[in-house]
């Protein structure tokens, strides 16, 4: 054998069966392979474990899949390369033309533009309602046959709750699946509840350092393995390298937001105390218009504090730009704290009759809690507030 022949066929350091790894390995590899092509198709059949090709399945994803089902408190789970990712496979896989979708104006902005842009397109016509119409959820659903109900709670920037009960079962009583982009919420939250689908985007607090992207629907084996077959077709996979980074970041979600949730907690306390703010967001505070309902489904009232400033418009920019310690940038869950674009937050993407019920306001401004100590972060606020 030649040097560059043997340099590519050495063989594997393997532990022995009784010697494991204590943090399940990367296997960064895309092909596995049999020994014979007996077994090959064997396993392609589905008449023996293993694996052939990571578009279809690898085994650190598979473990990432494993553990975030556990997590939810469902069977079974399928990752994907962002939460976006799996937020369209999972509409895609579920959807013909046309079926009927129930969604709400508090809905992640992308969802919405998927679902008034791209689903219209392929023929999938949706009604759009706020998360807090109990009577018009029930209305659409007894009038219109409807294929899938997609929400969101707390919903992003101003925390409104969706009375997950009354959504689960008026959706059961008229054949409608319910999908529930849980991503605010947490992976330990809302698993007693009769929601069919979870979906979270892992980027944010199954991560939970900012450092990669990533997906994932959560459900029943059987609705798991009718969407696994689009999810592998549509070919938006999670690299085993971002899922080996994505379970290390597991291992400390539970503490890391319970911090983050207590630092909200006060953050809101504090902030529901200034004069220069009108009205906080917040579920854990008992001003919240539906505190109670939080209170009964939910054991942690999540990361994320809005506020309304007085001064309006403008105000919220001049505020971010005097913070220290929020950087302003997007999204949520990560160790460090911060502050959106006010700007970017509004649903600038609707018409102004559905614009109008989004509960956002000129001054609204969305802070995202990160791992710093919380009595510099409330002095940081209370320093921009000042200087605005
Ligand atoms: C961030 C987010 C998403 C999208 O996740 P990405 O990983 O950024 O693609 C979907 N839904 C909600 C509620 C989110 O906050």
């Known amino acids: 054998m030649k040097d560059q022949t043997r340099n590519i066929h050495l063989p594997q350091i393997r532990p022995p069966e009784d010697n494991t790894p204590l943090v399940a390995p990367i296997y960064q590899s895309v092909k596995f392979q049999f020994p ?10 589905g008449e023996r474990d293993g694996f052939f090709y990571s578009r279809s399945a690898n ?3 598979r473990q990432l899949e494993h553990t975030l089902a556990v997590m939810q408190g469902r069977e079974d789970a399928v990752v994907c390369g ?5 937020v369209a496979q ?13 969604c709400f104006v508090e809905t992640y902005g992308p969802t919405r533009t998927l679902i008034r842009r791209t689903l219209q397109r392929y023929g999938v016509h949706h009604t759009m309602l706020s998360i807090e119409d109990d009577a018009g959820i029930e209305r659409v659903l ?3 046959p409807t294929r899938l109900v997609i929400f969101e709670s707390p919903t992003n920037p101003v925390t409104r709750i969706a009375d997950i009960a009354h959504i689960t079962r008026c959706a059961r009583a008229h054949g409608a699946l319910t999908v529930l982009d849980n991503t605010l919420a947490g992976l330990h939250q809302h698993g007693n509840t009769d929601v069919d689908l979870f979906i979270h985007s892992l980027t944010k607090y199954a991560s939970g350092h900012g450092d990669v992207m990533g997906g994932a629907v959560i459900g029943s084996a059987e609705l798991i393995r009718h969407l696994r077959r689009d999810f592998v077709l549509l070919g938006g996979v999670l690299d085993p390298h971002a899922a080996f980074l994505i379970q290390r970041g597991l291992k400390t979600y539970l503490p890391r937001y319970r911090q983050q949730c207590e630092t909200a907690h006060r953050v809101a306390a504090f902030l529901a105390a200034q004069e220069s703010v009108d009205r906080v967001h917040y579920p854990g505070l008992a001003t919240h218009p539906r505190h109670a309902l939080a209170a009964r489904q ?5 990361t994320v504090v809005s506020f309304d400033l007085r001064a309006g418009s403008g105000a919220g920019d001049r505020f971010a730009d005097a913070l220290r310690l929020f950087s302003i ?3 949520m869950g990560s160790a460090e704290s911060l502050i959106i674009p006010p700007g970017l937050m509004g649903p600038n993407d609707l018409p102004a009759d559905l614009a109008a019920l989004s509960g956002t306001a000129p001054g609204t401004v969305r802070l995202s809690m990160g791992l710093e100590d919380c009595d510099d972060l409330i002095e940081d606020i209370a320093q921009a507030l000042k200087a605005i």
């Open 36 to 45: 014979t092509v007996a077994e090959t198709l064997r396993s392609l059949r």
């Open 59 to 61: 085994p650190t994803t």
């Open 82 to 86: 962002s939460g976006v990712g799996a």
């Open 90 to 102: 999972t509409l895609l896989g579920l959807l013909k033309a046309g079926d009927h979708v129930l």
């Open 142 to 144: 007894a009038g219109t």
């Open 298 to 302: 939910m054991q942690h009232f999540g």
């Open 329 to 331: 940038a997007a999204s």
